[in-house]
């Protein structure tokens, strides 16, 4: 009886593994099964990801995104003090099936790019610029890891956390590179989604949540339908 208790216990042991390591295996972008799979943003099917285009039709311009896309500095005047160029599969179709894209982000002086989280992607950031105040929260108890990182400093926001950045100089702008583990990482801007969302969270809902007066809640979803970050 005891061997076959033992015995139970190792199968259940081995179908959790199983479980487990499947989960991992689809939490990601799914690994391509060619040599590459360029977009076609004009087919009719509908797929997890992006049709494949023609392999006879691709040319060498499906690989390449020029350099004006990212090597210039943007419009930070607006109400945060920053502005994101993204380059994922949407702008850039050689990017379908690879698992990787690419984020210009611009801080204004004391500009803030808003805590955020990235659903489908880790993101490894580099510092071209400036110097920067950083840092993600984890789950539950919400733990904060945060950093002070200058020029040619790299941090890495894990998958799905909440993290943020802001640029400390009071009077020059800063620059930061980040690659980010899906073709399509996606954000969620924590402010814009709780407050902006469209139609309203319920006030009730939410000065239950902050613990706060319903009018301060409806002004802060004032401020919110109308702003683009």
């Not at 990801?49 to 020029?66: E, H, L, R, S, Y």
């Amino acid at each position: 009886m005891a061997s076959s208790s033992s015995s139970l216990l190792l199968l259940a042991a081995a179908l959790l593994a199983l479980v487990a390591s499947w989960q991992q295996a689809i939490a990601y972008d799914p690994s391509p099964l060619q040599d590459f799979c360029v977009a076609d943003k004009n087919s009719p099917v509908r797929v997890n990801g992006f049709p494949c285009k023609d392999p006879m039709a691709v040319t060498p311009d499906d690989f390449f995104n020029p350099a004006m896309i990212i090597d210039k500095r943007r419009d930070t005047n607006n109400k945060v003090g920053s502005n994101v160029t993204n380059i994922n599969v949407e702008s850039f179709p050689g990017l379908n099936t690879l698992g990787i894209s690419l984020a210009r982000i611009d801080y204004a002086p004391l500009g803030v790019n808003p805590p955020h989280i990235h659903p489908r992607a880790t993101e490894l950031l580099t510092v071209l610029e400036g110097t920067l105040y950083l840092g993600f929260v984890t789950s539950n108890p919400n733990r904060l890891f945060s950093k002070v990182v200058k020029k040619g400093d790299v941090f890495v926001f894990p998958k799905a956390m909440i993290h943020f950045q802001m640029n400390l100089d009071h009077e020059k702008p800063a620059t930061a590179l980040s690659s980010l583990s899906s073709q399509n990482p996606g954000v969620i801007t924590i402010a814009s989604a709780v407050f902006g969302s469209k139609p309203p969270i319920s006030d009730d809902v939410l000065a239950k949540a902050f613990q706060v007066e319903k009018k301060l809640i409806d002004w802060l979803q004032s401020q919110f339908w109308d702003t683009n970050y």
